[in-house]
Nanobody, 117 residues
Framework: QVQFVESGGGLVQPGGSLRLSCVAS????????MGWFRQAPGKQREFVAD???????NYADSVKGRFTISIEKPKNAVYLQMNSLKPEDTAVYSC???????????WGQGTQVTVSS
C-alpha cells in the first residue's frame, strides 16, 4: 500500500510554468519507478514521465524538452517541472509508484492543472 500527497497544480497562462510535487509513503521496493500520468475530460489517460530509483528518466514525446522529472529519495518524493505549458496540457495529473519487480502500480488521487488565458 502506497499513500500519496500531491500538490502544485493550479491555473496558469499558456507559456507559463508549474511544479508538481508528490510525496509517497507506506511501501518499500528494491526496484521501482515514480512518475506522472494525466487525463483530460473525455480523453484516455496518458503517460507523461517517470524516473527509476536509479535515476533513469523517460518522457512522452508530447512533453519532451518542456517537462523535467526528478526524484528526492530521502523524502520519497518525485517532482515534475513543467515549462512552456500549452492548453492541451490541461488535465488531472496523477502520481504513480511502479514496482519494477512485480509490475504492480499505485496511483495518487491527482492534482488539477489548467492552462488557459
Amino acid at each position: 500500500q502506497v499513500q500519496f500527497v500531491e500538490s502544485g497544480g493550479g491555473l496558469v497562462q499558456p507559456g507559463g510554468s508549474l511544479r508538481l510535487s508528490c510525496v509517497a509513503s507506506g511501501s518499500a521496493f528494491n526496484r521501482y519507478s515514480m512518475g506522472w500520468f494525466r487525463q483530460a475530460p473525455g480523453k484516455q489517460r496518458e503517460f507523461v514521465a517517470d524516473i527509476t530509483n536509479s535515476g533513469i528518466t523517460n518522457y512522452a514525446d508530447s512533453v519532451k524538452g518542456r517537462f523535467t522529472i526528478s526524484i528526492e529519495k530521502p523524502k520519497n518524493a518525485v517532482y515534475l517541472q513543467m515549462n512552456s505549458l500549452k492548453p492541451e496540457d490541461t488535465a488531472v495529473y496523477s502520481c504513480t509508484w511502479y514496482n519494477l519487480n512485480t509490475g504492480s502500480m499505485f496511483w495518487g488521487q491527482g492534482t488539477q492543472v489548467t492552462v488557459s488565458s
